[in-house]
């Protein structure tokens, strides 16, 4: 086995599948959407043509979707399983984000957030998106006025309860919808079912992956993901590799890979972040150039699957900083592909 190569075959990051942003979302089950920018380069560069308007359009007609979910952080997910996962993960989502707001001495209690809920709802509903700007300006209408780390709280309940979802794109800044008017109505989903949805999705895309790295990615307990790992049956086996035991589906990926191929992977990226061990592709000396122990991820550079370096995306000259290996011209390839996804806008 090669975790490598089948790793970047079933992420989609070589030999990708997929043309529309939408699908490749849904594939994945749910994609770290942590940085507003770059969330749209972590999904459009696992489609055959990476499009900044295909990713906009996509998500302003509601087929993607950001919200708090997993972990507490921010996630995109498919308009068809915005309700499943919501259901399945809402309560871990609530326990998280109660547990961030008592270690800040934050408390909101209930009438209040029914209040707020009430304006930011009815703001949403009117603007259609939203901006922060949007609430403050609704709430000092009512003489409400908080501070930007308490309105963020309660804009975060708002999305765990359903209310409100993520609105039209703009280059810079978040805006949210009521979800009523985003996303179709909810469907009932029997608990087993989207949890078997959840993990059959993730390992689909993340083989192979280990017990541990499920718990880590999805923020459930141990238990159910043992469950959801037993409700796919005969379609997963396990297989030892470096005194570790990986699961893989009946439809891993194993052609596609070839060598030589560099990959600018975005902060947060589920190349990464899927992942509670990360040493396979990231040599443990050199974690610290892609993320810090508060959970602060940076732009990387992968060649043939393995963390060599780092990229700065936002400068107009090509800007690399290599810390592992030599390195030919051949990643300007890369940066050319990156380059043409920013420019495809119209």
Same mark, same amino acid.
């Given at each position: 086995?090669? /975790?490598?190569?089948?790793?970047?075959?079933?992420?989609?990051?070589?030999?990708?599948? =997929?043309?529309? /942003?939408?699908?490749?979302?849904?594939?994945?089950?749910?994609?770290?959407?942590?940085?507003?920018?770059?969330?749209?380069?972590?999904?459009?560069?696992?489609?055959?043509? /990476?499009?900044?308007?295909? =990713?906009?359009?996509?998500?302003?007609?509601?087929?993607?979707?950001?919200?708090?979910?997993?972990?507490?952080?921010?996630?995109?997910?498919?308009?068809?399983?915005?309700?499943?996962?919501?259901?399945?993960?809402?309560?871990?989502?609530?326990?998280?984000?109660?547990?961030?707001?008592?270690?800040?001495?934050? +408390?909101?209690?209930?009438?209040?957030?029914?209040?707020?809920?009430?304006?930011?709802?009815?703001?949403?509903?009117?603007?259609?998106?939203?901006?922060?700007?949007?609430?403050?300006?609704?709430?000092?209408?009512?003489?409400?006025?908080?501070?930007?780390?308490?309105?963020?709280?309660?804009?975060?309940?708002?999305?765990?309860?359903?209310?409100?979802?993520?609105?039209?794109?703009?280059?810079?800044?978040?805006?949210?919808?009521?979800?009523?008017?985003?996303?179709?109505?909810?469907?009932?989903?029997?608990?087993?079912?989207?949890?078997?949805?959840?993990? @059959?999705?993730?390992?689909?895309? @993340?083989?192979?992956?280990? *017990?541990?790295?499920?718990?880590?990615?999805?923020?459930?307990?141990?238990?159910?993901?043992?469950?959801?790992?037993?409700?796919?049956?005969?379609?997963?086996?396990?297989?030892?590799?470096?005194?570790?035991?990986?699961?893989?589906?009946?439809?891993? @990926?194993?052609?596609?890979?070839?060598?030589?191929?560099?990959?600018?992977?975005?902060?947060?990226?589920?190349? *990464?972040?899927?992942?509670?061990?990360?040493?396979?592709?990231?040599?443990?000396?050199? +974690?610290?150039?892609?993320?810090?122990? +508060?959970?602060?991820?940076? /732009?990387?550079?992968?060649?043939?699957?393995?963390?060599?370096?780092?990229?700065?995306?936002?400068?107009?000259?090509?800007?690399?900083?290599?810390?592992?290996?030599?390195? +030919?011209?051949?990643?300007?390839?890369?940066?050319?592909? =990156?380059?043409?996804?920013?420019?495809?806008?119209?």
């Amino acid at each position: 086995m090669n /975790p490598v190569a089948l790793r970047l075959l079933n992420q989609q990051l070589i030999s990708p599948q =997929f043309n529309d /942003p939408a699908e490749v979302v849904g594939y994945m089950g749910a994609v770290q959407a942590q940085e507003y920018r770059l969330m749209r380069w972590a999904v459009a560069m696992r489609t055959r043509r /990476p499009s900044a308007k295909a =990713f906009k359009k996509a998500f302003d007609s509601g087929r993607i979707v950001r919200l708090h979910l997993m972990r507490g952080t921010w996630q995109l997910v498919s308009a068809e399983d915005y309700w499943p996962l919501l259901g399945l993960c809402g309560s871990k989502a609530l326990a998280v984000t109660k547990g961030w707001m008592h270690s800040n001495k934050i +408390s909101i209690p209930d009438d209040e957030i029914a209040g707020i809920r009430e304006i930011l709802a009815w703001t949403a509903d009117g603007k259609g998106s939203a901006t922060k700007e949007d609430f403050i300006l609704s709430l000092a209408a009512k003489g409400i006025r908080m501070d930007d780390h308490r309105l963020s709280y309660h804009i975060r309940l708002a999305e765990i309860s359903g209310i409100l979802c993520s609105g039209d794109l703009l280059p810079m800044k978040a805006t949210y919808s009521l979800t009523e008017n985003k996303v179709r109505p909810r469907r009932e989903t029997d608990r087993d079912e989207a949890l078997l949805t959840l993990t @059959r999705k993730y390992f689909q895309s @993340r083989q192979p992956a280990t *017990l541990e790295d499920f718990v880590w990615w999805s923020g459930l307990n141990i238990s159910d993901c043992r469950r959801g790992i037993g409700l796919m049956g005969g379609s997963v086996h396990r297989e030892l590799y470096a005194g570790r035991e990986y699961y893989l589906t009946d439809s891993c @990926r194993t052609r596609g890979f070839r060598k030589g191929r560099y990959l600018f992977i975005p902060p947060y990226d589920e190349y *990464l972040i899927s992942y509670k061990s990360r040493d396979i592709v990231l040599p443990p000396e050199h +974690s610290h150039r892609a993320h810090n122990n +508060s959970g602060i991820f940076q /732009p990387v550079i992968a060649l043939d699957g393995t963390i060599c370096g780092n990229w700065t995306p936002f400068k107009e000259d090509f800007k690399t900083e290599f810390f592992r290996g030599d390195h +030919s011209a051949g990643i300007r390839e890369e940066w050319t592909r =990156f380059r043409n996804f920013q420019n495809n806008t119209k």
